[in-house]
């Protein structure tokens, strides 16, 4: 690859300073509960951040590892339906397929959509270094500032990441249309209703069923 | 939390992620999924992006009642604006972060 970037890593870079600022946020609140080398082995091996942080709020709120780790499983739950998703564009046996599959974040996920169903392997692998490499230097810095506390918020920083999924929802919207609007109507409104009665993580899990709506659509032969 | 605690709860939650997001990889293996599925899979980043940006912008307090994080709910507003105007995605995004402190400055 003569010094030119991958496309993977060109449409990932948007996305480097909110990750590296909410792996930050991750490192400064989890630090003074956790120490400075446990967020950063988190980070490193279960590197996702919404379920660091939804197993990181059943500590504080004084639950146990037990319920810790099914917040952080909920919440990853999404990852088994985009698991189902993206196997058949990954390469070899089952084995190194599950160890693709490990790549899977919402971003890259997202961003290696062709919008067909089929996903662009490449994409999906360079978008998520990106990625990785963000999140784990985020939570390093966050753990090294956690002293000093900084406020992310403040500067607006923590918007970078829905306005970010805004961009990726619009193009979708623009292939799918009418059934495009329906589904994301639904999934609006089931994540916002099942966030009242279910534990954190598992509305976006629930909401992302929405997309069953398309199976009401006929399909050709 | 200190001690022998935390690590099995890194441990645990590793391998739970490990599990979630290797199983269907694994048990497809080379098979395509059924074709009367793909109609919902190619809506799937659809209703996950939409899910994703909802619970971005709601937060459900100690009381179990919904708020709406209204600065980015603004922010989120301007960055779609632009997006439709067909702007860049890094001017979008630029000024989703502006609206969106702008707006916390003032309140």
Same mark, same amino acid.
């Given at each position: 690859?003569?010094?030119t970037?991958?496309p993977?890593v060109i449409?990932?870079?948007p *996305?480097v300073?909110?990750t590296?600022a909410?792996?930050g946020a991750?490192?400064v !609140?989890?630090?003074p509960?956790m120490?400075?080398?446990a967020?950063i !082995?988190m980070?490193?091996?279960v590197?996702a951040?919404?379920?660091?942080?939804a197993?990181?709020?059943?500590?504080?709120?004084?639950?146990?590892v037990?319920?810790?780790?099914i917040?952080?499983?909920?919440?990853?739950?999404?990852?088994l339906?985009?698991g189902f998703?993206?196997?058949p564009?990954?390469?070899?046996?089952r084995?190194?397929?599950?160890v693709?599959g490990q790549?899977?974040?919402?971003?890259?996920?997202a961003?290696?959509g062709?919008g067909?169903?089929?996903?662009?392997?490449?994409v999906l692998?360079w978008?998520t270094l990106v990625q990785y490499?963000s999140?784990?230097v985020?939570? *390093?810095?966050g753990v090294?500032?956690?002293g000093a506390?900084?406020?992310?918020?403040?500067?607006?920083?923590?918007?970078?990441?829905?306005?970010?999924?805004?961009?990726?929802?619009v193009?979708e919207?623009?292939i799918?249309r009418g059934?495009?609007?329906l589904?994301a109507?639904?999934?609006?409104?089931?994540?916002a209703v099942?966030a009242?009665?279910?534990?954190?993580g598992a509305?976006v899990?629930v909401?992302s069923l929405a997309?069953l709506?398309?199976l009401s659509?006929?399909?050709?032969? | 939390m200190?001690?022998i605690d935390?690590?099995?709860l890194i441990?645990?939650?590793?391998l739970?992620?490990v599990?979630?997001k290797?199983a269907g990889p694994?048990l497809?293996?080379?098979?395509?999924i059924?074709?009367?599925?793909?109609?919902?899979?190619?809506l799937?980043?659809?209703a996950?992006?939409?899910a *994703?940006?909802?619970?971005a912008l709601i937060?459900v307090?100690?009381?179990?009642a919904?708020?709406?994080?209204?600065a980015q709910?603004?922010? !989120?507003l301007?960055a779609?604006m632009?997006?439709l105007?067909?702007?860049?995605?890094?001017l979008s995004?630029?000024?989703?972060? !502006?609206a969106?402190?702008?707006?916390r400055?003032?309140?």
């Amino acid at each position: 690859m003569p010094r030119t970037f991958h496309p993977g890593v060109i449409k990932a870079l948007p *996305l480097v300073l909110p990750t590296v600022a909410l792996g930050g946020a991750f490192g400064v !609140v989890a630090t003074p509960l956790m120490g400075p080398v446990a967020p950063i !082995v988190m980070s490193c091996l279960v590197f996702a951040g919404s379920a660091q942080f939804a197993a990181f709020g059943v500590l504080t709120a004084g639950g146990g590892v037990m319920a810790a780790t099914i917040a952080g499983a909920l919440t990853n739950l999404r990852f088994l339906i985009t698991g189902f998703a993206i196997a058949p564009s990954l390469k070899g046996g089952r084995i190194q397929r599950a160890v693709e599959g490990q790549t899977v974040v919402d971003p890259s996920f997202a961003l290696a959509g062709r919008g067909d169903g089929a996903f662009d392997r490449g994409v999906l692998l360079w978008s998520t270094l990106v990625q990785y490499v963000s999140w784990v230097v985020g939570t *390093l810095a966050g753990v090294i500032l956690a002293g000093a506390n900084p406020d992310p918020e403040a500067y607006g920083l923590d918007v970078i990441m829905p306005a970010f999924f805004t961009a990726l929802l619009v193009a979708e919207l623009r292939i799918h249309r009418g059934l495009g609007a329906l589904v994301a109507a639904l999934a609006a409104a089931c994540a916002a209703v099942s966030a009242l009665v279910l534990a954190p993580g598992a509305p976006v899990a629930v909401a992302s069923l929405a997309c069953l709506v398309g199976l009401s659509r006929r399909t050709g032969p | 939390m200190q001690g022998i605690d935390l690590w099995v709860l890194i441990a645990m939650l590793t391998l739970a992620t490990v599990v979630i997001k290797g199983a269907g990889p694994f048990l497809l293996g080379d098979r395509d999924i059924p074709a009367r599925l793909r109609p919902a899979e190619v809506l799937l980043p659809t209703a996950l992006m939409t899910a *994703l940006i909802t619970v971005a912008l709601i937060r459900v307090g100690a009381d179990g009642a919904i708020r709406i994080d209204s600065a980015q709910c603004v922010g !989120v507003l301007a960055a779609t604006m632009a997006l439709l105007l067909r702007a860049p995605l890094v001017l979008s995004l630029a000024l989703a972060v !502006v609206a969106t402190a702008t707006v916390r400055a003032l309140i």
